[in-house]
């Protein structure tokens, strides 16, 4: 089955949108999770079909509920949010294959550093009016100076997970 989605401008809906995060600490014993509470984004379907955009996270808005982490987490050795108050994917090319399959290539920034990143989303919801994609994929901190590492304690990667709910914008 292969869904066609609106040509235009399209709005992140931010009431029907999660971005969290999972990350294993304690040397892989304990699992950390966090969710950004204020996202924002915007989109552009062409009329090819491929879709451009970006979603911008406030890094602060980063709650894992734990005030004492977040504090950390928004200080200095990680997301240094007084210089680097966003989280930035700016996606180059999304294009819709295999049914419900939408390969995605962009650029992810944080703290200040871009990286490409390219990842398969699943198109889960799509009408006239609205699209949800669903997308998974492992970020390395390290690549974007965020390695601070008390002991070895955390190792591996993040895991971001996502579902964002776009709304057609008005003509």
């Known amino acids: 089955m292969t869904v066609a989605v609106e ?7 931010r009431t029907a949108t ?3 995060l999972k990350h294993k600490t304690m040397w892989g ?3 950390v999770k966090g969710a950004f509470t204020t996202v924002d ?6 009329a090819d079909g491929s879709a ?3 979603v911008t996270l406030d890094a602060a808005s980063l ?3 734990n005030a004492k982490r977040d504090e950390h987490l928004r200080g200095s050795d990680f997301f240094d949010v007084e210089n680097h108050p966003e989280i930035t994917f700016a996606v180059r090319s999304a ?18 550093i871009s990286r490409p990143q390219s990842f398969t989303a699943r198109l889960s919801d799509a009408s006239a009016d609205a699209v949800t994609l669903n997308a998974e994929f492992s970020v390395d901190r390290d690549h974007f100076g965020l390695g601070w590492n008390q002991l070895g ?3 591996g990667l993040t895991t971001v997970t996502a579902t964002l709910r776009f709304k057609r914008s008005a003509a």
């Open 41 to 46: 984004g915007q989109g552009e379907v062409r």
């Open 63 to 65: 709650d894992t509920k």
């Open 7 to 13: 040509t235009g401008t399209w709005q992140l809906d």
């Open 153 to 155: 304690m955390i190792r």
């Open 52 to 54: 451009v955009g970006t």
């Open 29 to 31: 014993l304990v699992t």
């Open 18 to 20: 999660t971005v969290a």
């Open 95 to 112: 294009e819709l294959r295999d049914g419900d399959q939408v390969h995605v290539i962009g650029q992810l920034t944080a703290h200040g």
